[in-house]
């Protein structure tokens, strides 16, 4: 068994901030990743982020993960294991690693930050499973990262931001986009993006679901419906659009199930999509030594991911010992870029939601 000081689990922009938060504050971290390369979901983000200079405003998410990288790699403190899946984290506080599926080994670290990100929900209706039906994240993979088309032609179900920022690069890549449908009565995602996808002439279309997908081998066309208040499909509405693709965009779910496993006490909130632990101000769970932060503390922006990511791992670091001399003036300035970023009447859902989980 080998020892760490801190391990950081999971290299998207929250845990790879938590690493390069707790290295600035001398503690030895070591960052797990299951993936090939670090960067989570800002290797396939092409769209320019929102927020201040602190979280990167103006620049691409995949640019954001390579300053990230590149900042990371200033530590001599600092290792780095890709391609290795964290399998489970014990009550003695030991984790077990497998790594590339064959080598297997236990870690006995002094703190933990867990950063696992979160997960595509998935949508039930005849026929989900044929091919050519994707979750928008697999999609973004497909054309970013790998430079693939999806299809020629899409229809996306969900009006969220990821939905109308998929559906904008779907289009800049060349795929027809027939429709963007959401089941609830109002547009999700902020509004900038929604009017961007309109003057393209694409509709979007709320009150709507998919009713039925029609293939044999593959998607071929989507039956579609109006839905009322409850979100029951009113019949005599039903639409059909011919498409190859049913991209799949209705929200994610943290990604957490080595905090339950750990014995970390959680908490469903809807607010936060879905099960989330219950922490204190300092991002620690309610078992001692045990951080988490970013979106396994609940689904928001990667903004907000990665301040969390800042924080959390500065306050791991002291932990166990590792304490700046500005602890004080750095845990002020993240806990304010929060603030603000929380600040506008989007964030008053989640605020709710985190108000149930602090302690």
Do not use: W
Request: aromatic letters at 6%.
């Amino acid at each position: 068994m080998r020892e760490a000081d801190l391990v950081v689990i999971g290299g998207g922009p929250a845990g790879l901030c938590a690493a390069i938060s707790a290295a600035e504050s001398g503690a030895r971290v070591l960052v797990i990743e299951r993936n090939k390369v670090l960067g989570g979901q800002l290797v396939k983000q092409t769209h320019m982020f929102f927020g201040s200079e602190k979280q990167y405003a103006s620049d691409r998410g995949i640019d954001i993960a390579g300053m990230l990288l590149n900042k990371l790699g200033c530590f001599n403190n600092v290792e780095i294991l890709t391609e290795t899946t964290v399998v489970g984290m014990y009550e003695d506080g030991v984790i077990s690693v497998l790594h590339k599926e064959d080598v297997y080994y236990k870690i006995k670290p002094k703190a933990v930050v867990v950063s696992t990100g979160a997960f595509e929900k998935a949508l039930a209706f005849p026929n989900n499973d044929l091919p050519g039906i994707y979750g928008a994240g697999a999609v973004q993979t497909l054309m970013n990262v790998h430079g693939v088309k999806p299809g020629d032609k899409v229809l996306m179900v969900g009006a969220g931001n990821i939905g109308l920022i998929v559906s904008y690069q779907l289009i800049q890549a060349g795929v027809e986009v027939a429709a963007i449908l959401d089941a609830a009565p109002r547009i999700g995602g902020y509004l900038v993006h929604a009017s961007k996808i309109r003057r393209m002439g694409v509709p979007i279309l709320t009150s709507h679901t998919v009713k039925e997908a029609i293939g044999k081998d593959f998607v071929e066309k989507a039956i579609v419906s109006q839905v009322d208040e409850k979100f029951r499909p009113i019949a005599g509405t039903e639409k059909e659009f011919d498409v190859d693709v049913i991209c799949i965009s209705v929200g994610l779910t943290p990604l957490n199930e080595l905090l339950s496993m750990r014995g970390c006490q959680m908490k469903y909130v809807p607010q936060l999509s879905g099960f989330v632990p219950i922490r204190d101000e300092n991002y620690e769970t309610t078992v001692e030594y045990v951080f988490a932060a970013g979106d396994a503390t609940g689904v928001e922006e990667a903004s907000a991911a990665m301040v969390e990511g800042y924080l959390a791992g500065l306050c791991a670091a002291s932990k166990i010992g590792c304490t700046p001399d500005d602890f004080d003036e750095r845990k002020s300035d993240y806990v304010k870029q929060l603030n603000d970023l929380r600040s506008g009447p989007v964030s008053r859902h989640i605020l709710s939601g985190i108000e149930q989980i602090v302690i």
